[in-house]
């Protein structure tokens, strides 16, 4: 964090500076790879000229993003190391995690030291990507936050990706939040991707809270268990939920958890 509140976010290996003063702007290019590049001429005009990523040092909008970080040379999803994150949404936007990132771990999106707030009315897809490489631990998640995963908003779709299995334990997540995960609006899905270990379409050690909107959670194809929410608690005060177990030989739940409500 820089003295004047300027703060930087890597997008597709990316980084972008920004502040509440000064925002950053990058577009996205398709052809003949996958590449963000930040606006850097000074006479930049974002009401004149094109952009896809705007970052003002705490919000991330999002506007007809499609990015596949596999078919980048600096292969990276969404990542943020200073604290919460909010991505506000505009029209449709997908993003696929790099296979193998992190030596076994690989977020579409993931938010390492704070929570993440999804608003806006447009949509987002997520996919972690693949890993079938030997780690010391295979993790592929759609989203992970360090906090709090809470939606506002929006069309919210995340996969985990395909893990191998490794020397511990591989998982395959569609959300996993080290707080909780709260819905209070929009239509999230959350799908556990096929594992040689488990798969979750969300996990959380805390709550999995819905207020409003509706939430699909389902587990992936997996050799162990399968579970579409494993949780300490879900509380369902309004809106829908669905859940489903995955293929599996071991256990394959809708809902795990010590208290539903």
Same mark, same amino acid.
């Given at each position: 964090?820089?003295?004047?509140?300027?703060? %930087?976010?890597?997008?597709?290996? *990316?980084?972008?500076?920004?502040? +509440?003063?000064?925002?950053?702007?990058?577009?996205?290019?398709?052809?003949?790879?996958?590449?963000? *590049?930040?606006?850097? =001429?000074?006479?930049?005009?974002?009401?004149?000229?094109?952009? $896809?990523? @705007?970052?003002?040092?705490?919000?991330?909008?999002? @506007?007809?993003? %499609?990015?596949?970080?596999?078919?980048? =040379?600096? +292969?990276? /999803?969404?990542?943020?190391?200073?604290?919460?994150?909010?991505?506000?949404?505009?029209?449709?936007?997908?993003?696929?995690?790099?296979?193998?990132?992190?030596?076994?771990?690989?977020?579409?999106?993931?938010?390492? $030291?704070?929570?993440?707030?999804?608003?806006?009315? &447009? !949509?987002?897809?997520?996919?972690?990507?693949?890993? @079938?490489?030997? $780690?010391?631990?295979?993790? !592929?998640?759609?989203?992970?936050? =360090?906090?709090? #995963?809470?939606?506002?908003?929006?069309?919210?779709?995340?996969?985990?990706?395909?893990?191998?299995?490794?020397?511990? $334990?591989?998982?395959?997540?569609?959300?996993?939040?080290?707080?909780?995960?709260?819905?209070?609006?929009?239509?999230?899905?959350?799908?556990?991707?096929?594992?040689?270990?488990?798969?979750?379409?969300?996990?959380?050690?805390?709550?999995?809270?819905?207020?409003?909107? @509706?939430?699909?959670?389902?587990?992936?194809?997996?050799? /162990?268990?399968?579970?579409?929410?494993?949780?300490?608690?879900?509380?369902?005060?309004? &809106?829908?939920?669905? #859940?489903?177990?995955?293929?599996? +030989?071991?256990?394959?739940?809708?809902?795990?958890?010590?208290?539903? *409500?």
């Amino acid at each position: 964090l820089a003295a004047d509140g300027t703060r %930087s976010i890597s997008v597709g290996g *990316e980084t972008i500076n920004g502040s +509440a003063d000064a925002p950053g702007y990058a577009r996205v290019y398709n052809n003949p790879t996958d590449r963000v *590049e930040a606006w850097t =001429n000074p006479n930049f005009d974002p009401n004149r000229d094109p952009w $896809h990523i @705007k970052w003002d040092g705490s919000t991330l909008t999002l @506007k007809e993003v %499609s990015f596949d970080a596999n078919k980048s =040379n600096a +292969a990276s /999803g969404i990542v943020y190391n200073y604290g919460s994150l909010t991505i506000e949404l505009i029209d449709d936007n997908t993003i696929i995690g790099y296979a193998g990132q992190y030596g076994g771990a690989s977020p579409a999106i993931a938010v390492n $030291h704070g929570g993440l707030t999804i608003n806006g009315e &447009g !949509s987002l897809a997520v996919t972690g990507g693949g890993i @079938k490489g030997q $780690h010391d631990v295979n993790r !592929s998640f759609g989203i992970y936050a =360090n906090g709090d #995963v809470t939606v506002n908003g929006g069309t919210i779709t995340a996969t985990g990706g395909y893990v191998q299995d490794d020397v511990s $334990h591989p998982i395959s997540y569609g959300i996993f939040a080290e707080g909780g995960v709260n819905v209070t609006a929009g239509d999230v899905t959350a799908t556990g991707g096929e594992s040689e270990g488990v798969s979750y379409g969300i996990l959380t050690e805390n709550s999995v809270s819905v207020s409003g909107g @509706k939430l699909t959670a389902t587990g992936g194809k997996s050799a /162990g268990e399968s579970f579409g929410i494993l949780a300490d608690s879900v509380n369902v005060t309004g &809106g829908a939920v669905y #859940v489903n177990g995955g293929e599996t +030989a071991s256990a394959s739940y809708g809902i795990r958890a010590n208290s539903v *409500e």
